[in-house]
């Protein structure tokens, strides 16, 4: 397993999880991401103990065309940070075949909205919720596994 528990990761972590002002991370797509950063800058940049930042990505959109490139760079930077929470992205059904399965290789869940705000504000109310154990896991029981 790439990733065993984000606790085992994440700088500050206690042995029953994040510890308490810890900094977790978001990575945003770029058409969500302004608006993410504000409703993240509405929260204080917290959500519950924890300090949360957002990490604008690149688009990966050149010329109207979706670069597969740009789509695995954004994917991959998140996955190898391992602050990282979330991935909050716009629906696009072509882009999250190729990015779903490079996140889910590190456990690392997503949220998939045509709304930064709505993006962000969702995943600042389910960390302070997440119980005592990894976040990531927690945060992935309850956004990609039904």
């Known amino acids: 397993m790439a990733v065993v528990a984000c606790c085992g990761l994440v700088a500050g972590c206690g042995s029953g999880g994040v510890s308490k002002d810890a900094t977790v991370t978001a990575y945003v797509e770029a058409p969500l991401c302004a608006a993410a950063k ?5 929260h204080g940049g917290r959500a519950g103990d924890l300090r949360v930042r ?3 990505l690149t688009s990966p959109h050149e010329a109207r065309k979706l670069s597969l490139a740009t789509l695995g760079t954004n994917a991959r930077r998140a996955t190898e940070d391992s602050t ?5 992205e716009a629906p696009d059904p072509e882009a999250s075949r190729f990015v779903h ?10 949220i998939s909205a045509s709304s930064g705000k709505a993006a962000m504000s969702r995943l600042l109310a389910l960390i302070p919720e997440a119980d005592s154990g990894s976040l990531r896991q927690s945060l992935r029981e309850e956004l990609n596994e039904t």
Do not use: D, F
Not at 84 to 88: E, F, H, I, K, P
């Open 38 to 42: 504000q409703e993240l800058a509405r």
């Open 101 to 110: 399965p490079i996140l889910e290789t590190a456990e690392i869940p997503w």
């Open 84 to 88: 990282s929470v979330a991935y909050l």
């Open 54 to 56: 957002a990490v604008c």
